[in-house]
């Protein structure tokens, strides 16, 4: 699916915004942003299907956060509102195939950290 590379995580106070963005290469079926805070698993924090647009998110963080694609640009945004201490975490951008039902995530950024202070 190409090279992805994630960029504007960063600290912020809780109730602020952050815009991540990642940048892709490629047409995959589907795209997301995931997280993993230390000592736990990583979780699927939203997810967009690139033909449809549908876009599914983490009950966690509905109605906070925004995932979008800019395919002029190549981009993939995930807009962060209303931020939790609990947002705090690892963040990375996937892009995946359509594999037996589902889409299968099968490229990975490098990460980048959002840190939320109470």
């Known amino acids: 699916q190409g090279q992805l590379a994630e960029s504007g995580g960063g600290s912020v106070q809780a109730g602020g915004s952050l815009r991540l963005s990642c940048a892709v290469s490629?047409?995959?079926?589907?795209m997301a942003w995931f997280r993993q805070a230390p000592g736990k698993e990583r979780e699927a924090v939203a997810t967009i299907y690139m033909g449809s647009r549908v876009t599914d998110y983490a009950t966690s963080v509905r109605g906070r956060f925004i995932i979008s694609k800019d395919n002029a640009k190549n981009t993939l945004y995930l807009q962060m509102n209303s931020l939790k201490p609990e947002d705090t975490a690892m963040y990375y951008c996937a892009a995946g195939s359509w594999y037996g039902g589902s889409c299968s995530f099968d490229s990975w950024g490098q990460g980048t950290q959002v840190t939320v202070s109470s």
């Open positions: 490629g047409s995959p079926y589907c």
